[in-house]
């Protein structure tokens, strides 16, 4: 799904098995702002979000679950310049990233506000769980378990002044 100035809403709904050969295998944001409730995004692939990539855009996720996702940077879930997304009881698990930010990546100011949301068995080189270039995401209730880097930050990896809440 390619949503361009778009804030489409989404709801008992699976993505899953798709590739991109840029960007997104899942769902692709661009100036978007959708909302997406009981949303399963699995088995996708891309170079950059296998899941989902977020361009200047503030998704909504409720009830998520983002799984099983491959790509070189943002197995799960790839944000860039993107101010607020909100995920709220989302699962991101078992995505995988050859570069970093198995389950997350998170970059040029992109400040997502996560909210009981659970990272895990994501692997990647660095940032296994999530990886945070010049961003600044804010975690309440957040569970980061089980994530692997082969480099630096299994769960975590902070760089170029990201400041984490």
């Known amino acids: 799904m390619y949503n361009s100035s778009s804030s489409p809403t989404l709801t008992d709904v699976t993505i899953g098995g798709n590739t991109a050969t840029v960007r997104a295998g899942g769902i692709y944001n661009s100036s978007s702002s959708p909302a997406l409730t009981d949303v399963t995004i699995s088995e996708n692939t891309a170079d950059y979000g296998g899941g989902m990539y977020n361009s200047s855009s503030s998704p909504t996720l409720t009830y998520v679950t983002i799984s099983e996702n491959t790509a070189d940077y943002g197995g799960g879930m790839y944000n860039y310049n993107s101010s607020s997304p909100t995920l709220t009881n989302v699962i991101i698990s078992g995505n995988t990233a050859t570069g970093s930010g198995g389950g997350m990546y998170n970059s040029s100011s992109s400040s997502p506000t996560l909210t009981y949301v659970t990272i895990s068995e994501n692997t990647a080189d660095y940032g296994g769980g999530m990886y945070n270039y010049s961003s600044s995401p ?27 809440t």
């Not at 804010?138 to 975590?156: D, E, R």
Request: no cysteine.
């Open 138 to 164: 804010t975690l309440t209730n957040v569970i980061i378990s089980g994530n692997t880097a082969t480099g630096s930050g299994g769960g975590m990896y902070n760089s170029s002044s990201s400041s984490p």
